[in-house]
């Protein structure tokens, strides 16, 4: 048999010229999850199946002489908390265990029009809510560089199934920096979308108000190629933003000469690693060689995040998680009266991580707090907003690490949860502001573990973020090359 | 130990949240939330009477559509997914009697 091309651009080319059929690169791709998934633990439900019967009607209608779609044939991953129709959804949940929603997510009908092929749902912390994947009720993911080691989190099934080589991208969902942080713990590619540019119709709500989709891949142009199939106007999400998608693989080769890019000074001080702050001044003197103008740059309000994140999200969360009470789907634990029986069935489903949210969260807004927590970390949301308006005034792209480590061991972080939470320091600004991000796998650590470089942009920056990405994938420094 | 939270505090923001913990989990939540709100105390201190709130990052007003029935999630398919079901309609507990 031919060499299988690897990429999802690649796969999606030859599929749709009739190099190779759409069930051939299934087949690879099983055989690789096959080989791996019992040390890896990347899905809670692999659909081999399924799979099969979706990459055999692509061929047929390549046979028939239809194009199946940009994605034509793409093995893909989705995190298991994005409704797909009769098939298990658990958000990695006992409370979710068995559930088998009745409609399809926005995205997973979009990536299935566009041709590609779900080989399963991944696996994730607890409703999203975790750094590591040790929030699983179902068992952590392994990250592939080193089993020893976590994937990162929350979408550490999607991140992990991407660097394992099980599908060439996946999608996963970024409240806090779900997404970039384990796509840099893994050494791979994955975005955060300006909010409001991917429906989140069918994601399964964890804060409403920062909760974005977004793409995994092994390259950049990969993820350009996933976000324009899923991005865009969709009636059944109201934050949706009106307007089409934006073209992302048209400017890829457009480089960075001219681009001011700013180093922000807060995301690099206490707290990161020097190695991780090597590579990232690192990465920023590759953009400044190939033409990009870079200087530091303050978002002194971005030192206020975590704070407020953590006073924002769980409030949303325990608002939204409040529908899990016993009565409409997943698990109930009978008790006499229906009172009890929420309660029974809430402390018996929910797992730690998830009920420290939402007593958090519900502390938040209660009586005689919600000033001074809640109230006071909307009010720092609209200062770090101000903030980075400030800096893109004099910048077009802002960069910083993506982590402020390499992935840590199983069981460092677990029991301690704020050490837990400052994973996500770099990350969570951009989710409060509502703008794009993304990591891009730049070298290794002093470890020998990935390293993630996250470029930022304002609202609806991507097609100037993802040529940054371009030019920070041609620059950047192979795995196996020693931390100097 | 944190300043800004207590036991008692915990057990009631349970009680709201609909979640029984016992006595072990009663003192590791108050040391662990306590942690998180003693990291918040530095937004708590800050003097923010001028600036307004942002819940949310998009300038969004009501987003309306034409009064057009459209597909709909299918009943049965929603009904076969609920712990209970009787008349189809889900079916709970006693609900009467309770405290509010």
């Known amino acids: 048999m031919a060499e299988l091309p690897t990429t999802a651009v690649e796969i999606a080319a030859a599929v749709r010229s009739g190099q190779v059929t759409a069930v051939e690169v299934l087949d690879a791709h099983l055989a690789a999850i096959d080989a791996r998934e019992g040390e890896i633990n990347a899905f809670n439900l692999v659909l081999a199946d399924e799979a099969r019967a979706a990459a055999a009607a692509v061929d047929a209608r390549i046979a028939a002489g239809d194009d199946p779609g940009p994605l034509a044939g793409v093995p893909l991953a989705l995190k298991d908390n994005l409704c797909t129709r009769g098939v298990p959804t658990t958000c990695s949940s006992r409370i979710l265990e068995g559930w088998r929603p009745p409609y399809d997510a926005t995205v997973v009908q979009r990536v299935a029009a566009a041709g590609a092929v779900a080989v399963g749902k991944t696996n994730l912390d607890e409703f999203a809510m975790g750094s590591s994947t040790e929030n699983s009720a179902f068992g952590p993911t392994r990250n592939p560089r080193d089993t020893a080691r976590v994937p990162g989190g929350s979408s550490g099934g999607s991140a992990a199934a991407v660097a394992a080589g099980f599908a060439p991208i996946s999608l996963g969902s970024d409240t806090g ?41 092994t390259t950049v142009a990969d993820s350009a190629l996933l976000l324009e199939a899923v991005a865009g106007h969709d009636p059944l999400d109201s934050t949706s933003i009106d307007q089409a998608a934006p073209s992302l693989l048209d400017v890829l080769d457009r480089g960075v000469e001219g681009l001011r890019i700013g180093l922000v000074t807060e995301l690099m001080g206490e707290g990161i690693a020097p190695d991780v702050a090597a590579r990232v001044r690192q990465a920023a003197a590759a953009l400044e060689a190939a033409g990009a103008t870079v200087g530091e740059v303050s978002v002194p309000a971005t030192s206020y995040g975590l704070s407020a994140y953590y006073l924002i999200a769980p409030a949303e969360a325990s608002s939204n998680l409040a529908r899990y009470d016993g009565v409409r789907y997943g698990l109930r634990v009978d008790a006499p009266t229906t009172a009890e029986m929420n309660a029974a069935t809430r402390t018996a489903g929910f797992g730690d991580e998830v009920k420290r949210r939402i007593m958090l969260g519900t502390y938040a807004l209660s009586a005689g707090y919600y000033d001074a927590y809640y109230g006071k970390a909307l009010k720092v949301r609209t200062l770090i907003m101000r903030d980075f308006e400030a800096a893109y005034e004099h910048f077009d792209l802002l960069l910083s690490p993506t982590s402020p480590t390499t992935a840590f061991r199983f069981g460092e972080k677990v029991d301690d949860p704020l050490s837990m939470y400052l994973n996500d320091i770099c990350t969570i600004p951009t989710n409060l502001a509502g703008h794009p991000a993304m990591s891009v796998p730049f070298g290794a650590g002093a470890d020998g573990m990935p390293v993630g470089v996250q470029l930022m942009a304002p609202a609806l920056g991507e097609a100037t973020m993802f040529r940054a990405a371009a030019s920070l994938e041609a620059a950047a420094p192979s795995l196996e090359e020693a931390f100097a | 130990m944190s300043e800004s939270l207590t ?72 009904l076969s997914q609920a712990p209970a079901v009787e008349d189809r309609r889900f079916r709970v507990p006693a609900i009467l009697g309770e405290e509010p």
């Open chain 2, 7 to 78: 036991r008692d505090d915990v057990a009631k923001v349970a009680h709201l949240a609909r979640l029984e913990l016992t006595d072990a989990e009663l003192d590791t939540y108050t040391e662990q939330l306590g942690a998180v709100l003693d990291h918040a105390a530095d937004v708590a201190a800050l003097d923010l009477a001028d600036v307004p709130p942002t819940a949310h990052p998009l300038p969004l007003v009501n987003v309306l559509r034409d009064d057009v029935i459209g597909p709909t999630v299918d009943r049965e398919e929603v």
């Open chain 1, 177 to 217: 920096g779900s997404i970039r942080q384990p796509a840099a713990l893994c050494g791979v590619v994955g975005v955060k979308p300006t909010y409001g540019l991917v429906s989140r119709y069918g994601l399964v709500a964890f804060a409403s108000s920062l909760d974005q989709i977004g793409p995994f891949s």
